[in-house]
């Protein structure tokens, strides 16, 4: 029961915050509603018995990625709002149509592979630890140490390409 | 009671905002962060079968996104700022360099 009302709440608050991030006119308000709806998101981690997940969740998304795009909004001068000038080829109309239509389909996924006979679980892997934060750290350096290790030269190669293409001049 | 299913149905939901909001909207930045909610919609769904099946795999996945969406939100503001600094703008409609 209270997990329900915790679900709940919590799916209230994501896609309350979404919905403000993707309507409001001002980009900053959108980046600051982006922050809650982080947040809300790290909160149903932990109702996901993952709370190693929800500290990166928060560090990374709201503390970091968020900092990122607020520097962004900051720099980038909006004295003509980017919504005045208007495509006259665009159809904004068919966007709502698309993704309506992918909700449908999604829906019809989920409703149908909720009828299916539930999935045993997997048999685990013999980990020697106990606790959340061992068990994924465990994971992370034995059976998927390699693309841990492709992980972090991803993230290298991102900060010399951020900082390649942001230099005015080479 | 609350099952995977209450889980996939909220991601799906997210998933679609997003979508929406890549479709519709013309600021590029807003794009973005529309990216950035459909990555933890999926994320979610990865979350909630390694809760369902008791397996941390789907975890370690979900570290996998979370990287490669900082990766992609470094680079995609760097291009921001670079274009912008070339043309003045961050509307999607006036960027039609390569536009046939």
């Known amino acids: ?170 | 009671m609350i099952t995977t299913t209450h889980y996939q149905l909220l991601s799906a939901a997210l998933f679609i905002i997003g979508v929406a909001g890549v479709m519709v909207r013309r600021n590029i930045i807003i794009i973005f962060m529309s990216i950035e909610l459909i990555l933890n919609a999926v994320n979610i769904n990865l979350i909630a079968f390694s809760d369902s099946l008791q397996n941390e795999v789907g975890q370690v996945f979900a570290i996998f996104v979370i990287a490669v969406a900082a990766a992609e939100a470094a680079v995609g503001l760097g291009i921001i700022l670079a274009f912008y600094r070339n043309k003045e703008t961050i509307n999607i409609d006036e960027m039609n360099l390569m536009k046939w």
């Open chain 1, 1 to 170: 029961m209270g997990q329900a009302i915790a679900f709940y709440v919590i799916a209230a608050v994501i896609l309350g915050f979404a919905v403000l991030v993707v309507t409001t006119r001002d980009t900053v308000h959108s980046v600051l509603f982006l922050v809650l709806d982080f947040l809300g998101v790290a909160a149903l981690y932990v109702l996901l018995h993952a709370p190693f997940l929800a500290a990166i969740q928060i560090l990374v998304y709201a503390g970091g990625i968020v900092v990122l795009y607020l520097f962004v909004v900051m720099l980038v001068n909006l004295k003509r709002p980017p919504e005045a000038h208007s495509d006259p080829h665009r159809r904004g109309k068919l966007g709502f149509w698309l993704a309506g239509a992918v909700l449908a389909e999604l829906a019809a996924i989920t409703a149908l592979s909720a009828k299916l006979p539930p999935t045993a679980p997997l048999p685990a892997a013999a980990m020697p630890v106990v606790g959340n934060t061992e068990q994924v750290g465990w994971l992370l350096y034995t059976s998927y140490l390699i693309p841990f290790e492709i992980a972090s030269m991803l993230l290298l190669v991102a900060m010399i390409g951020a900082i390649v293409l942001a230099k005015r001049e080479l």
